[in-house]
């Protein structure tokens, strides 16, 4: 028996909602939903915390321009708060060297993260997830028994495919999912819709390309007037029962 597992229910116990931000294929703008929510969220003062969990590629410390923070000791690990969030992530431990970790690795580490964080009293944790259903979606399902997950997805015929995979395994969990947002709109195609009514979950909104999106990044002044993150908010503030 891990003792570290007894510790993490503790750990997460003063976390009102955690939501897992995923779509299962790579590059479909996780990682960029995730931040901006958490911000909305932030600004709308709930108290957030943002959980990058992409171990290989993680992306959020340089979406939110993160600098020289780092979490503090306190009883475990007080995350370092960036623009309001409690932010949390391997960068701290690793800096810019690669995680080439196996399976039961990112299990260790996941679990590790889980059980130093000391999140306090929350109102939201949103957790960044790498691509893919292998471990870290296992795990955080495994480890976060009121997870919810929010997805993302593009109308490529390819991420459809793959959300797809990962919508039916939730619901074959009966993992509560807020919805699908699709992102990086270019066509007319009504094909996320579409497939979201098929798998019977909530379509909540689309976020066009926004071909001035990449020089917002790392400047959360500059992400909150981008045109993603207006269009993020319009969504949000549609759905606000969903967010509260
Ligand atoms: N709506 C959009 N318009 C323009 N660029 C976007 C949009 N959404 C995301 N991007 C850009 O696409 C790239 C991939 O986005 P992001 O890192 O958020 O995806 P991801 O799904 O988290 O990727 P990974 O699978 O590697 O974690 C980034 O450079 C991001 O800035
Ligand atoms: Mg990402």
Redesign the pocket.
């Known amino acids: 028996m891990d003792a570290r597992l007894s510790v993490i229910d503790e750990r997460l116990a003063g976390i009102k909602r955690i939501v897992a931000v995923s ?1 299962c ?11 901006s929510l958490a911000l909305l969220l932030s600004k709308a003062n709930y108290r957030v915390g943002l959980l990058d969990l ?1 171990f290989f ?1 993680p ?1 959020d410390h340089i ?1 939110l321009g993160v600098r020289n923070v780092f979490p503090k000791e306190e009883k475990g690990l007080v995350p370092a708060e960036v623009a309001g969030i409690r932010f949390m992530s391997i960068v701290y431990f690793i800096e810019d060297r690669p995680a080439a970790l196996r399976g039961i690795d990112v299990s260790n580490a996941i679990i590790e993260l889980l059980a130093i964080t000391q999140w306090h009293n929350l109102d939201f944790l949103i957790i ?1 997830m ?2 893919g259903i292998a471990d870290a979606t296992l795990d955080v399902i495994r480890l976060m028994k009121r997870i919810e997950f929010l997805i ?1 997805a593009t109308g490529s015929k390819l991420a459809l495919d793959s959300v797809t995979k990962l919508i039916k395994m939730l619901k074959a969990l009966n993992i509560p999912i807020l919805g699908i947002i699709e ?3 270019i066509g007319k195609s009504n094909a996320v819709q579409e497939s979201a009514k098929t798998l019977g979950i909530n379509f909540l909104g689309t ?5 001035d ?2 020089d917002c ?1 790392g400047n959360v002044d500059a992400l909150m007037k981008s045109k ?1 993150v207006k ?1 993020l908010s319009a969504i949000v503030a549609k759905h606000k029962g969903l967010l509260r």
């Open positions: 779509g294929k790579g590059g479909i703008g996780k990682s960029s939903v995730a931040c992409d590629s992306a979406m960044d790498p691509p993302v992102n990086m709109r976020i066009e390309f926004d071909y999106f990449e990044i993603f269009q």
